[in-house]
């Protein structure tokens, strides 16, 4: 093992101590204390302790089993190891940590639980691990079955909420299902990161001048595809270039303003990008001026 990939693993570990710090202070500071629930594999241990006296650790590290060897089969043996170590860790430091109650306000109680065990999942799993095995869970099942991941946890949870309302209560189950909403959207966030891009494409008779006025004065990169103008009535027109770039989502109506400028007529299409990787972006061609 060289140094770089010392520190890298250094590093992936690290982060994922402090996802489980994160995500502990959210159990057992806000969601434990109150008898509210998070989704997924967590959900479940905190439901059935609420029911048994059995410590909330072994219930994780119970649960988390059948999810994890269904992990040994369906996802690389290096997640397997370092979820098996997270759990671990999680259920270790839930077990022995004891924060004291940080508000008895029910709506705080679910924000900032959701917050915190959000950001501690998110860390863990943008280093390659999980904290819970509900993401497992859909993987193997997309696999086997077609059915999208999302739509696997979306009913995962519904059952769980709807057990929640029936054994505990409707408004635990109201709380916590607000909870598990944040917890998901921080995971989202923390995953994909704190910039929101967009793709555009962009049709304009002027696209020299739209091009150069993208590149100068929103300073991203762009991929041009060669068009035909006017199928339809009047036949096929000269060719043009079709303009396709990725911004961040602040810079979009600048880039409305831009374009307007140029060409009012112009056909703009823009679309949601889930992930960005490679290519020219804006702090990258203002790099290369500095």
């Known amino acids: 093992m060289n140094y770089k990939q010392f520190i890298r693993i250094f590093s992936e570990y690290g982060q994922i101590g402090i996802g489980i710090v994160l995500a502990s202070i959210g159990l057992k500071a806000f969601l434990l204390p109150n008898g509210f629930l998070d989704g997924g594999v967590t959900g479940v241990a905190l439901l059935v302790r609420s029911q048994i006296d059995i410590s909330l650790s072994v219930l994780l590290i119970l649960f988390s089993i059948p999810f994890l060897i269904l992990g040994y089969f369906t996802v690389s043996k290096r997640i397997v190891i370092k979820s098996i170590i997270s759990i671990i860790g999680l259920a270790l430091f839930i077990h022995f940590e004891n924060f004291e109650t940080v508000t008895d306000d029910k709506l705080l109680i679910s924000i900032f639980g959701g917050l915190f065990l959000g950001a501690g999942i998110g860390i863990s799993i943008r280093n390659g691990s999980v904290l819970d095995g509900s993401e497992i869970l859909g993987v193997y ?85 060669k068009g035909t103008r006017g199928i339809g009535n009047s036949g096929k027109h000269e060719d043009f270039d079709i303009i396709h770039t990725i911004i961040n989502r602040i810079d979009i109506k600048k880039m409305y303003r831009v374009v307007n400028r140029i060409d009012p007529k112009a056909f703009i299409v823009e679309f949601d990008v889930n992930t960005v990787k490679g290519g020219i972006l804006r702090h990258y061609i203002e790099k290369k001026k500095q």
């Not at 598990?180 to 704190?194: H, M, N, P, Q, W």
């Open 141 to 225: 099942l997309n696999d086997r079955f077609g059915i999208s991941i999302g739509q696997i946890i979306l009913i995962f949870n519904i059952i769980l909420f709807g057990i929640t309302a029936l054994v505990l209560s409707v408004e635990v189950a109201l709380y916590s299902i607000l909870a598990y909403i944040v917890t998901a959207k921080v995971t989202d966030l923390i995953i994909e990161g704190f910039e929101d891009f967009i793709g555009v494409t962009i049709v304009s008779k002027k696209f020299e001048a739209v091009e150069i006025a993208i590149r100068d004065e929103l300073g991203t990169g762009m991929t041009l595809y």
